[in-house]
């Protein structure tokens, strides 16, 4: 028995219809959890000398976005809008523009220059390693908010992991936890200003130099576990400045001075330039009870106050000053807890 024949019809919409149709519901089903997202990727530039902007000076082919990393060892790439990429690897040639370039994860720098006028924020960490020197220049600014590691050099001279000025200089703001662990002697160029407002740690048992303007603001603080941290330039400190044991923080300039909001202490050494050390602020012998030396002269202003803490006859906050002492302001003597009996005496050996 022969059936009756049916006709039927297909119909075949354009790309255009169909992706009006799928847009959307990529972009639902994404909501909803049901499909991921396209996966962050590795961005390399070889574009020679060219815009940040052309998509097909980036291999893959594409402009950097917010999920992805830059990679940049060769060439120029010049940035002249504002960019957010998750991370930055500079391993050499360089960034320069006048756009800024926000990082939001991890980045590291390993050799290149970040030079033109824009800003590189680093939200995330930096990690700043290896032997090649890296430049700074054009008046550029680096911000770094998360937590810098500044360390990796293998070198035994200062030739090694040094930040260096490449014309016009720029600015280091620090607003997170920077902490310089280097192996050996290491420093960051003149023309190249430094500006702590979080934390500084100098760890490595070498001499670090900041040769530029170093700036140590009311909320910051600077630790030296290790080593020397030395300033070069003439130095207002106006935050907390500890110097552990066996540590030298020195400034080696011509002015050398503790404001009212500055505070010196630990138990290492503080060395000073000719003109001495002028301190109208706070100096803390010791963290609790400790032995803290001024080498050099101590000039003490109408507001500053030397803190020595006194726990027993024979426990008891010292300071040491191997050159002239001009006195002036408060001397303060904290008793944590020693009570004083007749005929006590103590005489410290000189």
């Known amino acids: 028995m022969k059936k009756n024949a049916r006709s039927a019809q297909i119909s075949v919409r354009s790309p255009r219809h169909i992706n009006a149709i799928l847009k959307p519901l990529t972009v639902a089903l994404i909501a909803i959890g049901c499909i991921s997202p396209a996966l962050a990727v590795n961005q390399t530039w070889f574009?020679?000398?060219?815009?940040?902007?052309?998509?097909?000076?980036?291999?893959?082919?594409?402009?950097?976005?917010?999920?992805?990393?830059?990679?940049?060892?060769?060439?120029?790439?010049?940035?002249?809008?504002?960019?957010?990429?998750?991370?930055?690897?500079?391993?050499?040639?360089?960034?320069t523009g006048t756009g800024n370039l926000t990082l939001s994860g991890g980045s590291i720098w390993t050799a290149g220059t970040q030079g033109g006028t824009g800003t590189t924020q680093f939200n995330g960490n930096l990690n700043i390693s290896g032997d090649n020197n890296k430049?700074?220049?054009?008046?550029?600014?680096?911000?770094?908010?998360?937590?810098?590691?500044?360390?990796?050099?293998?070198?035994?001279?200062?030739?090694?992991?040094?930040?260096?000025n490449s014309?016009?200089?720029?600015?280091?703001?620090?607003?997170?936890?920077?902490?310089?662990?280097?192996?050996?002697?290491?420093?960051?160029?003149?023309?190249?200003?430094?500006?702590?407002?979080?934390?500084?740690?100098k760890q490595g048992n070498t001499v670090t130099t900041l040769a530029g303007a170093f700036n140590n603001s009311a909320t910051s603080t600077v630790n030296v576990n290790a080593g020397t941290l030395s300033i070069a330039s003439n130095f207002a400190n106006a935050g907390i400045i500890n110097v552990d044991a066996g540590a030298i923080f020195q400034v080696s300039a011509t002015n050398f001075a503790n404001t009212?909001?500055?505070?010196?202490?630990?138990?290492?050494?503080?060395?000073?330039?000719?003109?001495?050390?002028?301190?109208?602020?706070?100096?803390?012998?010791?963290?609790?009870?400790?032995?803290l030396t001024i080498d050099g002269d101590l000039r003490q202003t109408s507001?500053?106050?030397?803190?020595?803490?006194?726990?027993?006859?024979t426990s008891f906050d010292l300071l040491t000053i191997t050159d002239d002492v001009t006195l002036g302001g408060e001397i303060a003597v904290w008793n944590l807890g020693y009570t004083p009996i007749i005929g006590d005496q103590k005489c410290p050996v000189i």
């Open 303 to 313: 507001t500053g106050v030397l803190n020595f803490e006194l726990t027993s006859l």
């Open 135 to 164: 430049f700074i220049g054009g008046g550029r600014v680096i911000n770094t908010a998360g937590t810098t590691t500044w360390d990796g050099n293998t070198g035994g001279n200062n030739n090694y992991n040094r930040i260096l």
């Open 167 to 201: 014309g016009s200089g720029g600015t280091i703001n620090n607003t997170g936890t920077w902490n310089d662990s280097n192996a050996f002697a290491t420093y960051i160029d003149g023309g190249i200003a430094f500006n702590n407002v979080g934390t500084y740690n």
């Open 260 to 291: 009212a909001t500055g505070v010196i202490g630990g138990n290492g050494t503080v060395a000073t330039p000719t003109s001495g050390l002028s301190n109208s602020g706070d100096i803390d012998p010791g963290n609790s009870i400790g032995h």
């Open 47 to 95: 574009g020679g000398t060219g815009d940040w902007g052309d998509s097909n000076k980036w291999s893959p082919a594409g402009v950097p976005g917010a999920g992805d990393l830059a990679i940049i060892n060769a060439g120029t790439s010049t940035l002249s809008f504002a960019a957010v990429v998750n991370g930055l690897a500079l391993g050499g040639g360089t960034l």
